[in-house]
Protein backbone atom coordinates (compact mmCIF):
# COMPACT_ATOMS: atom_id res chain seq x y z
CA UNK A 1 0.00 0.00 0.00
CA UNK A 2 1.50 3.56 -1.14
CA UNK A 3 1.68 6.93 0.46
CA UNK A 4 1.27 10.33 -0.02
CA UNK A 5 4.17 12.53 1.58
CA UNK A 6 5.98 15.73 1.00
CA UNK A 7 7.16 18.34 3.14
CA UNK A 8 7.50 21.91 3.01
CA UNK A 9 9.49 24.22 5.02
CA UNK A 10 8.58 28.21 5.27
CA UNK A 11 8.63 30.81 7.75
CA UNK A 12 6.47 33.99 7.53
CA UNK A 13 4.21 36.16 9.67
CA UNK A 14 1.52 38.82 8.61
CA UNK A 15 0.19 41.16 10.41
CA UNK A 16 -2.74 44.09 9.48
CA UNK A 17 -6.73 44.93 9.53
CA UNK A 18 -9.44 43.85 7.32
CA UNK A 19 -13.02 44.36 7.80
CA UNK A 20 -12.76 46.04 11.08
CA UNK A 21 -11.24 42.39 11.73
CA UNK A 22 -7.87 42.20 13.68
CA UNK A 23 -5.81 39.65 12.75
CA UNK A 24 -1.86 38.52 13.53
CA UNK A 25 -0.73 34.82 12.34
CA UNK A 26 3.05 33.49 12.37
CA UNK A 27 4.11 30.05 10.93
CA UNK A 28 7.40 28.85 11.18
CA UNK A 29 9.04 25.19 10.37
CA UNK A 30 8.63 22.25 8.43
CA UNK A 31 4.49 20.86 7.20
CA UNK A 32 3.86 17.75 5.30
CA UNK A 33 0.26 15.69 4.42
CA UNK A 34 0.34 11.99 5.12
CA UNK A 35 -2.38 9.96 3.78
CA UNK A 36 -1.50 6.41 3.60
CA UNK A 37 -2.87 4.11 0.39
CA UNK A 38 -3.34 7.51 -1.67
CA UNK A 39 -3.27 7.17 -5.56
CA UNK A 40 -2.74 10.26 -7.58
CA UNK A 41 -4.92 11.40 -10.59
CA UNK A 42 -4.25 13.99 -13.37
CA UNK A 43 -2.00 12.48 -16.14
CA UNK A 44 1.25 11.82 -14.06
CA UNK A 45 2.16 10.27 -10.58
CA UNK A 46 2.24 13.06 -8.16
CA UNK A 47 1.68 13.64 -4.90
CA UNK A 48 -0.07 16.59 -3.65
CA UNK A 49 -1.04 17.86 -0.03
CA UNK A 50 -1.76 21.08 2.27
CA UNK A 51 1.68 22.24 2.70
CA UNK A 52 0.25 23.60 6.24
CA UNK A 53 -2.92 25.41 7.62
CA UNK A 54 -1.36 27.99 9.63
CA UNK A 55 -4.36 31.21 10.61
CA UNK A 56 -5.12 32.76 13.91
CA UNK A 57 -9.03 33.22 13.54
CA UNK A 58 -9.19 33.83 17.33
CA UNK A 59 -10.24 37.76 16.81
CA UNK A 60 -13.04 36.96 14.28
CA UNK A 61 -16.09 38.36 16.14
CA UNK A 62 -13.84 40.33 18.26
CA UNK A 63 -13.84 44.45 18.76
CA UNK A 64 -17.63 44.41 16.85
CA UNK A 65 -20.28 45.54 17.51
CA UNK A 66 -23.35 43.44 17.97
CA UNK A 67 -22.56 41.02 20.43
CA UNK A 68 -24.01 39.09 23.36
CA UNK A 69 -27.78 40.21 23.74
CA UNK A 70 -28.43 39.16 27.20
CA UNK A 71 -24.82 37.98 28.59
CA UNK A 72 -23.71 34.23 28.26
CA UNK A 73 -26.26 31.90 30.47
CA UNK A 74 -24.87 30.26 33.15
CA UNK A 75 -23.20 26.96 31.90
CA UNK A 76 -25.66 24.15 33.52
CA UNK A 77 -23.65 20.31 34.26
CA UNK A 78 -26.00 17.20 33.84
CA UNK A 79 -28.15 15.87 31.08
CA UNK A 80 -29.69 18.36 28.98
CA UNK A 81 -33.58 19.12 30.28
CA UNK A 82 -36.14 20.21 27.91
CA UNK A 83 -37.36 23.31 28.70
CA UNK A 84 -40.13 25.88 26.73
CA UNK A 85 -37.05 28.15 25.08
CA UNK A 86 -38.95 31.20 26.18
CA UNK A 87 -35.96 32.88 27.23
CA UNK A 88 -32.08 32.59 27.49
CA UNK A 89 -32.21 30.72 30.50
CA UNK A 90 -33.97 27.59 29.46
CA UNK A 91 -30.53 25.40 29.96
CA UNK A 92 -32.24 22.77 27.57
CA UNK A 93 -34.63 21.31 25.05
CA UNK A 94 -34.85 23.49 21.84
CA UNK A 95 -31.33 25.06 22.12
CA UNK A 96 -32.80 28.49 23.61
CA UNK A 97 -36.26 27.88 21.71
CA UNK A 98 -37.12 28.05 17.84
CA UNK A 99 -36.17 24.51 16.99
CA UNK A 100 -36.81 20.65 17.79
CA UNK A 101 -36.13 19.26 21.60
CA UNK A 102 -33.26 18.38 22.72
CA UNK A 103 -32.89 14.46 21.02
CA UNK A 104 -34.64 14.79 17.98
CA UNK A 105 -31.74 16.12 15.77
CA UNK A 106 -30.31 12.52 16.16
CA UNK A 107 -33.61 10.16 16.22
CA UNK A 108 -34.36 8.62 13.00
CA UNK A 109 -31.99 6.19 11.36
CA UNK A 110 -29.92 6.03 8.67
CA UNK A 111 -29.07 3.60 5.78
CA UNK A 112 -25.24 3.83 4.84
CA UNK A 113 -25.42 1.26 1.82
CA UNK A 114 -28.63 3.71 0.43
CA UNK A 115 -27.70 4.68 -3.30
CA UNK A 116 -31.27 6.74 -4.38
CA UNK A 117 -29.85 9.81 -3.51
CA UNK A 118 -28.61 9.74 -6.85
CA UNK A 119 -25.02 11.26 -7.57
CA UNK A 120 -22.78 12.91 -4.91
CA UNK A 121 -21.15 15.73 -6.02
CA UNK A 122 -18.73 18.46 -4.62
CA UNK A 123 -20.93 21.73 -3.88
CA UNK A 124 -17.21 23.72 -4.94
CA UNK A 125 -14.21 22.67 -6.75
CA UNK A 126 -11.51 24.48 -8.29
CA UNK A 127 -8.08 23.71 -7.58
CA UNK A 128 -6.26 20.30 -6.50
CA UNK A 129 -7.69 18.24 -4.15
CA UNK A 130 -8.84 14.89 -3.47
CA UNK A 131 -11.81 12.78 -2.04
CA UNK A 132 -12.11 9.63 -0.01
CA UNK A 133 -14.83 7.61 -1.12
CA UNK A 134 -16.50 4.03 -0.43
CA UNK A 135 -17.93 2.24 -3.34
CA UNK A 136 -20.92 0.77 -3.21
CA UNK A 137 -20.41 -2.20 -4.97
CA UNK A 138 -16.81 -2.34 -2.62
CA UNK A 139 -15.10 -2.49 -5.78
CA UNK A 140 -15.42 0.63 -7.81
CA UNK A 141 -17.05 3.59 -8.29
CA UNK A 142 -17.44 5.98 -11.73
CA UNK A 143 -16.39 9.89 -11.32
CA UNK A 144 -17.49 12.13 -13.78
CA UNK A 145 -15.16 15.34 -13.49
CA UNK A 146 -15.71 18.82 -15.45
CA UNK A 147 -13.79 22.22 -15.53
CA UNK A 148 -14.71 24.85 -17.65
CA UNK A 149 -15.67 23.38 -20.53
CA UNK A 150 -13.83 19.76 -20.18
CA UNK A 151 -15.46 16.93 -18.70
CA UNK A 152 -14.17 12.98 -18.72
CA UNK A 153 -15.42 9.75 -16.96
CA UNK A 154 -13.55 7.74 -15.51
CA UNK A 155 -14.03 3.92 -13.10
CA UNK A 156 -11.86 3.96 -10.11
CA UNK A 157 -10.94 0.52 -8.13
CA UNK A 158 -10.81 0.53 -4.31
CA UNK A 159 -8.01 -0.66 -2.12
CA UNK A 160 -7.96 -3.96 0.52
CA UNK A 161 -10.19 -1.56 2.99
CA UNK A 162 -12.69 -0.94 0.47
CA UNK A 163 -11.92 2.82 0.28
CA UNK A 164 -10.98 5.00 -2.90
CA UNK A 165 -8.43 7.37 -1.41
CA UNK A 166 -7.23 9.75 -4.53
CA UNK A 167 -5.55 12.53 -5.31
CA UNK A 168 -6.78 14.80 -8.07
CA UNK A 169 -4.41 18.01 -9.51
CA UNK A 170 -5.56 18.18 -13.18
CA UNK A 171 -4.43 21.63 -14.48
CA UNK A 172 -7.50 22.04 -16.36
CA UNK A 173 -9.25 22.39 -12.66
CA UNK A 174 -6.48 24.39 -11.09
CA UNK A 175 -7.65 27.30 -13.23
CA UNK A 176 -11.29 27.11 -13.99
CA UNK A 177 -14.45 26.22 -11.63
CA UNK A 178 -15.71 22.42 -11.94
CA UNK A 179 -17.31 19.70 -10.65
CA UNK A 180 -16.43 16.11 -9.02
CA UNK A 181 -19.88 13.81 -9.19
CA UNK A 182 -19.81 10.74 -7.97
CA UNK A 183 -22.35 7.53 -8.98
CA UNK A 184 -21.91 4.91 -6.87
CA UNK A 185 -20.90 5.42 -3.34
CA UNK A 186 -21.90 5.34 -0.01
CA UNK A 187 -22.69 7.58 2.35
CA UNK A 188 -19.43 9.31 4.40
CA UNK A 189 -17.86 10.14 1.18
CA UNK A 190 -16.12 13.76 1.35
CA UNK A 191 -13.40 15.41 -0.05
CA UNK A 192 -10.56 18.09 0.16
CA UNK A 193 -9.19 21.55 -1.51
CA UNK A 194 -5.60 22.72 -1.54
CA UNK A 195 -5.69 26.67 -1.57
CA UNK A 196 -1.73 27.32 -1.15
CA UNK A 197 -0.49 26.42 2.10
CA UNK A 198 -4.19 26.00 3.63
CA UNK A 199 -7.06 23.05 2.67
CA UNK A 200 -10.41 23.09 3.06
CA UNK A 201 -12.96 19.75 3.17
CA UNK A 202 -16.71 19.49 2.57
CA UNK A 203 -18.85 16.24 2.20
CA UNK A 204 -19.74 14.67 -0.90
CA UNK A 205 -23.54 15.95 -1.11
CA UNK A 206 -26.49 14.18 -2.54
CA UNK A 207 -27.29 16.40 -5.56
CA UNK A 208 -30.76 17.28 -4.66
CA UNK A 209 -29.98 18.73 -1.74
CA UNK A 210 -27.82 21.47 -3.36
CA UNK A 211 -28.79 24.85 -5.56
CA UNK A 212 -31.60 27.64 -4.83
CA UNK A 213 -30.14 27.29 -1.33
CA UNK A 214 -28.84 30.44 0.21
CA UNK A 215 -25.31 31.20 0.26
CA UNK A 216 -22.85 31.75 2.54
CA UNK A 217 -22.70 34.76 5.11
CA UNK A 218 -19.60 36.95 4.47
CA UNK A 219 -18.63 38.66 7.23
CA UNK A 220 -15.62 42.17 6.38
CA UNK A 221 -12.27 40.41 6.25
CA UNK A 222 -13.77 36.98 4.31
CA UNK A 223 -13.12 36.87 0.91
CA UNK A 224 -15.72 34.48 -0.61
CA UNK A 225 -15.64 32.41 -3.92
CA UNK A 226 -18.94 31.51 -5.32
CA UNK A 227 -20.55 28.68 -7.43
CA UNK A 228 -24.44 27.86 -7.43
CA UNK A 229 -23.97 25.03 -5.24
CA UNK A 230 -21.68 26.29 -2.34
CA UNK A 231 -18.84 29.02 -1.66
CA UNK A 232 -15.50 28.94 -0.53
CA UNK A 233 -14.57 30.94 1.78
CA UNK A 234 -11.10 32.67 2.63
CA UNK A 235 -10.58 34.65 5.51
CA UNK A 236 -7.26 37.14 6.08
CA UNK A 237 -5.60 34.81 9.09
CA UNK A 238 -5.26 32.18 6.53
CA UNK A 239 -8.31 30.55 7.14
CA UNK A 240 -10.48 28.51 4.48
CA UNK A 241 -13.74 26.61 4.58
CA UNK A 242 -16.58 25.23 1.88
CA UNK A 243 -19.79 26.30 2.45
CA UNK A 244 -22.90 24.19 0.15
CA UNK A 245 -25.62 25.52 -0.45
CA UNK A 246 -28.55 23.46 0.69
CA UNK A 247 -31.73 23.51 -0.36
CA UNK A 248 -34.95 22.46 1.68
CA UNK A 249 -33.57 24.01 5.00
CA UNK A 250 -34.95 27.26 6.45
CA UNK A 251 -36.66 26.34 9.85
CA UNK A 252 -33.98 28.35 11.07
CA UNK A 253 -32.25 25.51 13.23
CA UNK A 254 -29.20 24.23 12.74
CA UNK A 255 -26.40 22.39 14.32
CA UNK A 256 -23.10 20.67 13.48
CA UNK A 257 -20.19 19.25 15.50
CA UNK A 258 -18.85 21.01 17.96
CA UNK A 259 -14.80 20.69 19.98
CA UNK A 260 -13.17 23.44 22.77
CA UNK A 261 -13.41 27.18 20.98
CA UNK A 262 -14.21 28.80 18.02
CA UNK A 263 -16.83 31.28 16.71
CA UNK A 264 -19.88 31.18 14.65
CA UNK A 265 -21.06 33.22 11.78
CA UNK A 266 -24.80 33.86 10.05
CA UNK A 267 -27.54 36.06 9.32
CA UNK A 268 -30.44 36.02 11.81
CA UNK A 269 -33.83 35.04 10.63
CA UNK A 270 -35.18 38.43 12.15
CA UNK A 271 -32.53 40.60 11.52
CA UNK A 272 -31.48 41.17 14.84
CA UNK A 273 -30.67 38.15 17.13
CA UNK A 274 -30.07 34.47 17.33
CA UNK A 275 -29.78 31.96 20.12
CA UNK A 276 -26.46 29.56 20.00
CA UNK A 277 -25.89 26.45 22.37
CA UNK A 278 -22.82 24.66 23.10
CA UNK A 279 -22.57 21.43 24.35
CA UNK A 280 -19.58 19.79 25.65
CA UNK A 281 -20.01 16.25 27.57
CA UNK A 282 -22.65 16.66 29.74
CA UNK A 283 -22.18 20.75 30.24
CA UNK A 284 -23.71 23.26 27.92
CA UNK A 285 -24.79 26.81 27.56
CA UNK A 286 -26.91 29.20 25.84
CA UNK A 287 -26.73 32.92 24.81
CA UNK A 288 -28.05 35.18 22.56
CA UNK A 289 -25.93 37.46 19.89
CA UNK A 290 -27.25 40.53 18.29
CA UNK A 291 -26.07 41.16 14.94
CA UNK A 292 -23.55 43.75 13.81
CA UNK A 293 -24.21 46.93 11.65
CA UNK A 294 -23.86 45.16 8.44
CA UNK A 295 -26.87 42.64 9.85
CA UNK A 296 -24.65 39.36 10.61
CA UNK A 297 -23.38 37.94 13.85
CA UNK A 298 -20.12 37.06 13.90
CA UNK A 299 -19.07 36.00 17.76
CA UNK A 300 -15.79 34.48 19.52
CA UNK A 301 -16.95 31.56 21.24
CA UNK A 302 -15.10 30.21 24.70
CA UNK A 303 -16.44 27.93 26.70
CA UNK A 304 -14.15 26.99 29.71
CA UNK A 305 -16.23 23.22 30.18
CA UNK A 306 -15.08 22.47 26.44
CA UNK A 307 -11.78 22.04 27.68
CA UNK A 308 -10.34 18.88 30.50
CA UNK A 309 -8.22 19.86 33.38
CA UNK A 310 -4.81 19.74 31.22
CA UNK A 311 -6.42 22.39 28.30
CA UNK A 312 -7.23 19.31 25.98
CA UNK A 313 -10.33 20.42 24.29
CA UNK A 314 -13.51 18.72 24.35
CA UNK A 315 -16.19 17.74 21.57
CA UNK A 316 -19.71 18.00 21.95
CA UNK A 317 -22.00 20.43 19.12
CA UNK A 318 -23.41 23.62 18.23
CA UNK A 319 -27.27 24.22 17.90
CA UNK A 320 -28.46 27.68 16.79
CA UNK A 321 -32.03 29.36 16.65
CA UNK A 322 -33.33 31.76 15.12
CA UNK A 323 -30.67 31.77 11.90
CA UNK A 324 -30.96 32.10 8.21
CA UNK A 325 -29.51 29.43 5.96
CA UNK A 326 -26.31 30.28 5.06
CA UNK A 327 -24.13 30.33 8.41
CA UNK A 328 -21.35 28.55 9.29
CA UNK A 329 -18.81 28.54 11.92
CA UNK A 330 -15.35 27.52 12.98
CA UNK A 331 -12.89 25.36 15.89
CA UNK A 332 -9.92 26.14 16.65
CA UNK A 333 -6.93 24.27 16.55
CA UNK A 334 -3.84 24.13 18.07
CA UNK A 335 -2.40 26.67 15.79
CA UNK A 336 -4.89 26.47 12.99
CA UNK A 337 -8.71 26.03 12.41
CA UNK A 338 -11.39 24.13 11.29
CA UNK A 339 -14.61 25.74 9.34
CA UNK A 340 -18.08 23.90 8.71
CA UNK A 341 -21.43 24.87 7.71
CA UNK A 342 -24.45 25.04 10.31
CA UNK A 343 -26.91 22.50 8.83
CA UNK A 344 -30.45 21.74 9.61
CA UNK A 345 -31.08 18.40 11.81
CA UNK A 346 -33.02 16.93 9.12
CA UNK A 347 -29.50 16.86 7.12
CA UNK A 348 -27.26 15.44 10.09
CA UNK A 349 -28.14 11.83 9.56
CA UNK A 350 -25.82 10.57 7.80
CA UNK A 351 -22.84 7.59 8.25
CA UNK A 352 -19.85 8.61 10.20
CA UNK A 353 -17.60 10.45 7.70
CA UNK A 354 -14.84 7.92 6.38
CA UNK A 355 -11.56 7.94 7.82
CA UNK A 356 -8.77 7.72 4.86
CA UNK A 357 -6.47 6.65 7.61
CA UNK A 358 -2.49 8.56 8.28
CA UNK A 359 -5.04 11.36 9.90
CA UNK A 360 -6.49 11.68 13.54
CA UNK A 361 -9.86 11.25 13.84
CA UNK A 362 -12.55 12.21 16.20
CA UNK A 363 -15.89 11.55 15.46
CA UNK A 364 -19.65 13.09 16.96
CA UNK A 365 -22.61 12.71 16.60
CA UNK A 366 -23.00 15.15 13.71
CA UNK A 367 -20.04 14.99 12.40
CA UNK A 368 -15.91 14.35 12.32
CA UNK A 369 -12.94 16.61 13.18
CA UNK A 370 -9.80 15.33 10.88
CA UNK A 371 -6.62 16.41 12.14
CA UNK A 372 -2.90 16.09 11.26
CA UNK A 373 -0.61 18.28 13.44
CA UNK A 374 2.45 17.46 11.61
CA UNK A 375 0.72 19.19 8.18
CA UNK A 376 -1.17 22.00 10.01
CA UNK A 377 -4.19 20.51 9.02
CA UNK A 378 -7.38 20.28 10.63
CA UNK A 379 -10.81 19.96 8.78
CA UNK A 380 -14.46 19.48 9.85
CA UNK A 381 -16.63 16.49 8.08
CA UNK A 382 -20.31 16.66 8.70
CA UNK A 383 -22.23 13.35 8.69
CA UNK A 384 -24.44 14.45 5.68
CA UNK A 385 -27.19 11.98 5.13
CA UNK A 386 -30.07 11.68 2.45
CA UNK A 387 -32.29 14.03 4.03
CA UNK A 388 -35.62 12.15 2.47
Known amino acids: MSSARNVSCSAARVEGQAGGVKFGIAFHGCAEFVVSGVRSHGGHSHSHRSEGLSDDPSTLGENRPGGCAEGDDEAKDGAPEQGDGSNDSSGGGGSGGGGPDDGDAGSGSHDPQALNCGKRVTPYWQGPGGFVVRPANGMSAEVTISCGTTRWTDTLFARDDGLIVQLLHDQRCQTTQGRVAFDGIEEGAWYWIIDGRRAAASP ?178 PSIGRNE
Open 204 to 381: LVCEHQLGGGVAAAVPGGVAPTAMEQGTFLRHVSGLVGIVPHVAGGGEGFHMGYWRGNGGVVGRPLNGRSAKVKVTCGRTYSTSSYRAGEDGLIVERIDRSYCADANGNPLSGSIEVSGLADGGWYWVDGQDRAAVAPLLPPSMLMGATPLNPGGVEADDGEFGTLFDQASARLIAIV
